[in-house]
């Protein structure tokens, strides 16, 4: 069980104030004025304002911000603040800490006022409607969500297709890490891209002059959906060296079709992303809330 404190907070005769934590304190008063010689002064004990029980230590700053953002920063001491004068980062610190803690506070005071003020003005279908619609986005956005990294990593690995590594040791973790992503990616998209057999068509056209058989289109397509069959062929020095060993128009074909997989992800994702800005979900869970507040209290109201 953590250590707990008592903390006394005193007013001083020249209008300051002093938190003290004690444990076990006999004689606090005394205690304090040991522990903030300096802070006092030639000033004394005017006052118990205040003794707060069983407070845990992480909790002692805070009373000290709290006091010091109702009297400011250099009418208070307590805590770890013990220095008459604060050297000014510890100001800064302070005062970005009372900041941060009364801004949140302030925020969640006027969102509940301004939000219990419409108390009973409210559209529980309107509600309902639209936050249905937004989660309806959030799913499909989630569905189609990518790593965007994979831009880079297929960079990558049109690089050591075009000029390729003789140490295959060096780069086949990585290496196979996409593969494998590659290959996941491929089947998603032809399992949940409506039209995926038409764009796919629309790269092949592209390179319809290199493409002189229905056989070879096939072998492509099997290899997309594991793409470890084509490029071990091209990023394996050794295996490399069987075939052929430039650049080709099939090593673009592939990388091209991969292009246009990653990008469809990442290109449906900005666009739900934009449809659901215009969705203020904040205020459609706040106003859901209310919905239940309201409710609730229907239902523990007693009967007429």
């Known amino acids: 069980m953590s250590q707990t404190y008592d903390v006394y907070i005193y007013r001083l005769t020249n209008n300051t104030y002093v938190i003290y934590p004690a444990i076990d304190a006999v004689n606090p008063e005394n205690e304090c004025r040991f522990a903030y010689w300096e802070w006092f002064g030639y000033a004394d004990i005017e006052c118990l ?19 010091m953002h109702e009297h400011g920063i250099e009418k208070v001491r307590g805590g770890k603040y013990v220095a008459k004068y604060l050297d000014d980062s510890v100001k800064e610190t302070i005062s970005e800490s009372i900041k941060y803690f009364t801004y949140e506070a302030e925020k969640n005071t006027t969102i509940a006022k301004k939000y219990t003020a419409i108390f009973t003005d409210i559209d529980k279908n309107l509600i309902e409607v639209q936050y249905k619609i937004y989660n309806e986005l959030e799913n499909q956005r ?32 990585r290496y196979y890490c ?30 319809s002059e290199h493409i002189e058989t229905m056989g070879f289109v096939l072998i492509v397509e099997e290899q997309l959906r594991n793409p470890i069959l084509y490029f071990d062929s091209r990023v394996i020095w050794e295996e490399r060296m069987r075939g052929t060993i430039a650049f080709n128009p099939r090593d673009e074909l592939v990388l091209d079709i991969f292009t246009l ?44």
């Open 261 to 304: 997989v990653i990008y469809t992800f990442i290109n449906r994702e900005d666009e739900l992303l934009f449809e659901m800005s215009y969705i203020d979900i904040e205020h459609i869970r706040n106003m859901n809330r209310l919905s239940m507040i309201k409710q609730t209290q229907s239902m523990m109201a007693p009967e007429q």
């Open 142 to 173: 989630k569905k189609c969500a990518i790593d965007h990294s994979l831009v880079e990593e297929l960079e990558w690995l049109a690089e050591i297709v075009r000029n390729p590594v003789q140490r295959f040791f060096d780069i086949q973790e």
């Open 178 to 207: 996409l593969m494998k992503e590659l290959g996941r990616l491929y089947q998603k998209y032809i399992e949940t891209v409506e039209d995926a057999p038409r764009l796919i068509g629309t790269i092949y056209k592209k390179h």
């Open 49 to 67: 304002i205040l003794i707060r029980q069983n407070v845990e230590g992480y909790q002692i700053d805070g009373i000290v911000h709290q006091y």
